[in-house]
């Protein structure tokens, strides 16, 4: 959910799966955004809500603070990339809030990486996983991708310490 506990929810995702002898056959996501939102405020939950698909899709099941702290780190790439007033706004509550998952779970995964490398499986993510491991040894970077064999693969190409 993209808000916090107050009340304040401006978007949520529904994950279903069907089994049969144990095994998944059918999976729907539904995601549900408030209408009437700002179009870069909607971009921004809409990420965030994005990012729980992920997490389903993954089987990642993670402690609240993480998790949502994790889905909000799409709203701050959002809200970065706009660097409107309302955009940093919105990037000063997510960083002023005391939620423990929306706000301290969202500071304490910013904290984890300065610089996520979405795409990094393909020819120019994988320029830019080399340049920064060469140029910039201090950084913390991360790698993302949709398929985990082939961002184990970039890993091991690069010489990357790497939890997929």
């Given at each position: 959910?993209?808000?916090?506990?107050?009340?304040?929810?401006?978007?949520?995702?529904?994950?279903?799966?069907?089994?049969?002898?144990?095994r998944?056959?059918?999976?729907?996501?539904?995601?549900?955004?408030?209408?009437?939102?700002?179009?870069?405020?909607?971009?921004?939950?809409?990420?965030h809500?994005?990012?729980?698909?992920y997490?389903?899709?993954?089987?990642?099941?993670?402690?609240?603070?993480?998790?949502?702290?994790?889905?909000?780190?799409?709203?701050?790439?959002?809200?970065?990339?706009?660097?409107?007033?309302?955009?940093?706004?919105?990037?000063k509550?997510?960083?002023?809030?005391?939620?423990?998952?929306?706000?301290?779970?969202?500071?304490?995964?910013?904290?984890?990486?300065?610089?996520?490398?979405?795409?990094?499986?393909?020819?120019?993510?994988?320029?830019?996983?080399?340049?920064?491991?060469?140029?910039?040894?201090?950084?913390?970077?991360?790698?993302?991708?949709?398929?985990?064999?082939?961002l184990?693969?970039?890993?091991?190409?690069?010489?990357?310490?790497?939890?997929?």
């Amino acid at each position: 959910m993209s808000g916090n506990r107050l009340g304040n929810i401006q978007g949520y995702t529904n994950y279903e799966e069907s089994s049969m002898a144990g095994r998944i056959i059918d999976q729907k996501y539904h995601i549900y955004i408030l209408s009437n939102l700002h179009e870069e405020i909607f971009k921004a939950v809409l990420a965030h809500e994005l990012l729980h698909v992920y997490l389903f899709q993954n089987k990642l099941d993670l402690r609240s603070d993480i998790r949502e702290g994790f889905c909000n780190l799409g709203s701050d790439l959002i809200y970065e990339h706009y660097g409107s007033k309302l955009s940093k706004y919105r990037l000063k509550m997510m960083n002023e809030s005391t939620d423990p998952d929306y706000g301290i779970g969202y500071k304490k995964m910013k904290e984890k990486l300065d610089i996520i490398v979405y795409g990094s499986t393909g020819f120019t993510g994988s320029l830019c996983v080399k340049y920064l491991k060469e140029n910039y040894p201090d950084i913390k970077f991360g790698i993302g991708g949709r398929n985990k064999d082939k961002l184990q693969s970039v890993c091991d190409k690069h010489s990357l310490e790497c939890n997929i």
